[in-house]
């Protein structure tokens, strides 16, 4: 080693300038292929992981808009389905509905003279409840009845409706009394569950 220094000394000094510029580049070409060249590896192997999250956090996103959207169909359905059952109900709800047709002929100043329940009617997707009515009342009471029965939320139909006046007082505006049936439905699940209060 002292014989490789001895003649290093004796060499010009353009020469040694050159030699020392030498053993720089090939540390330098050394430390660059053992740290660079490794550091280089983990930038790429960064870089490559983070297109895989982002690919990632994209599906997730469009998984995310996607549950969503099903989720806002679905509210949206349940909403439906609850303002169709209370249109048609799966039960007859009888109690229910006669006190809402009580209700309305009080707002409308009728008196309800009778009030029967025939036999339900079963037909392919509903079943048919028909209740005959006798109400009495003025003419324009008669047709609020009729107008407030037609908000209900459930279905409703008036059917078979004949009118006659009835005989009262001069100087009175005169009575009707109107007999109709007001049919109202229930929705039919299956052909052997029919039954249902």
């Known amino acids: 080693m002292n014989d490789f220094l001895q003649k290093l000394l004796r060499l010009k000094t353009p020469v040694k300038i050159a030699a020392t510029f030498g053993v720089v580049a090939v540390i330098l070409g050394a430390y660059g292929g053992l740290f660079y060249l490794d550091i280089q590896d983990q930038?790429?192997?960064?870089?490559t992981k983070q297109q895989?999250?982002?690919?990632?956090?994209?599906?997730?996103?469009?998984?995310?808009?996607?549950?969503?959207?099903?989720?806002?169909?679905?509210?949206?359905?349940?909403?439906?389905?609850?303002?169709?059952?209370k249109a048609?109900?799966?039960?007859?709800?009888?109690?229910?509905?006669l006190s809402n047709i009580q209700e309305q002929a009080e707002l409308s100043g009728?008196?309800?003279?009778?009030?029967?329940?025939?036999?339900?009617?079963?037909?392919?997707?509903?079943?048919?409840?028909?209740i005959r009515i006798e109400v009495r009342g003025t003419y324009h009471t008669v047709t609020k009845f009729f107008k407030n029965l037609s908000e209900l939320p459930r279905i409703v139909n008036v059917e078979g409706l004949s009118l006659s006046v009835e005989k009262?007082?001069?100087?009175?505006?005169?009575?009707?009394?109107?007999?109709?049936?007001a049919a109202t439905f229930r929705y039919r699940e299956q052909a052997g569950s029919e039954g249902g209060t």
């Open 110 to 130: 009728l008196e309800i003279v009778s009030l029967t329940i025939d036999a339900e009617t079963p037909q392919d997707l509903y079943i048919r409840i028909p």
């Open 52 to 85: 895989q999250l982002k690919t990632e956090k994209e599906n997730y996103e469009k998984r995310k808009r996607e549950y969503q959207a099903y989720r806002n169909e679905l509210t949206q359905l349940q909403q439906e389905q609850r303002e169709l059952l």
């Open 43 to 47: 930038i790429k192997a960064a870089r």
């Open 88 to 97: 048609l109900p799966k039960r007859a709800e009888i109690p229910t509905f």
């Open 168 to 181: 009262g007082e001069s100087g009175v505006s005169p009575r009707l009394r109107a007999r109709f049936v």
